[in-house]
């Protein structure tokens, strides 16, 4: 095959193919064939750190500066896209020709690993309230167990139920029990801080993991009370129905088991449950 073949070969391929050199402000595209250049933003004679998202850039500069591999390793990479947002590309690296000029051979898995993120998340996320499922609380309380007993600062631990839910849905439908399973999922994040987690643990019931530090227990029941003491629902044909939620707040105890210790905020919450029965 003649080299001007060859090149005709390459540039008609739909497999995106990139020639990257080193030059005075580091790797940039020397070439690109219509691929690369339909997939990418902006990319010839450009450094690629204009073009690279950010976090994958060292890992980019890396890889090129060691030149091809023999191992033929795809790299997952996030690059610009042509309309503005990140495509994320397995790469090839080949060549390697003495003037240093690299080969990026590169196909788009943008939606692969969406698709695969959004499996993951549905897998260990409640579908209604979108908040994390018993599974992955469960596993998230053993890393702070792990990480108390370290520190020393051990994890706080609230078991939530909606009061009257099953009257809620006889009354209005399960529509409106959703609702309220949703504005107090939206009541309980929403109180949290980005460290702690809520999660559905099941039904009607919430738990709230907050790894303790500077965190007070008896301040932090009041603010879970709080936000869960009075939720208006809107239903069509009544005024807005309140609803809340009773919460039992416990320490952990890293000497009992996961089990043992929500069973002491369960019980917890029962006694809130029957306080509100009889106020």
């Not at 450009?46 to 795809?74: F, N």
């Not at 009992?256 to 002491?264: K, N, Q």
């Amino acid at each position: 095959m003649q080299d001007a073949d060859y090149r005709r070969l390459v540039e008609d391929s739909p497999l995106a193919t990139v020639l990257v050199d080193r030059g005075p402000s580091g790797w940039r595209a020397a070439w690109a064939n219509r691929a690369a250049t339909d997939l990418f933003d902006g990319l010839l004679d450009r450094p690629l750190a204009e073009v690279v998202h950010p976090e994958d850039l060292a890992d980019v500069v890396a890889t090129l500066d060691r030149g091809a591999r023999d191992d033929r390793t795809a790299h997952e990479w996030r690059w610009r896209g042509a309309d503005g947002r990140d495509v994320t590309v397995e790469v090839l690296v080949g060549g390697g020709t003495p003037d240093g000029v690299l080969s990026l051979s590169c196909w788009d898995v943008t939606q692969h690993v969406e698709r695969t993120r959004d499996l993951a998340h549905r897998a260990t996320h409640d579908r209604l309230t979108g908040l994390p499922t018993r599974e992955l609380f469960e596993d998230r309380w053993e890393l702070a167990r792990s990480r108390a007993r370290r520190s020393g600062d051990v994890p706080v631990v609230a078991f939530c139920d909606v009061d009257d839910l099953k009257q809620l849905n006889d009354e209005h439908g399960h529509l409106v029990g959703d609702q309220a399973l949703v504005r107090i999922a939206g009541r309980l994040a929403g109180t949290s801080r980005a460290g702690d987690t809520v999660a559905r643990f099941g039904g009607d019931e919430f738990v709230v993991l907050v790894e303790a530090g500077d965190v007070d227990p008896a301040a932090l029941g009041r603010r879970l009370r709080e936000a869960v003491a009075d939720v208006p629902l809107e239903v069509p044909g009544h005024r807005a129905v309140p609803v809340r939620c009773s919460v039992g707040l416990v320490q952990d105890d890293l000497t009992r088991s996961t089990a043992e210790v929500l069973a002491s905020a369960d019980r917890r919450m029962y006694e809130e449950k029957r306080r509100h029965r009889h106020a």
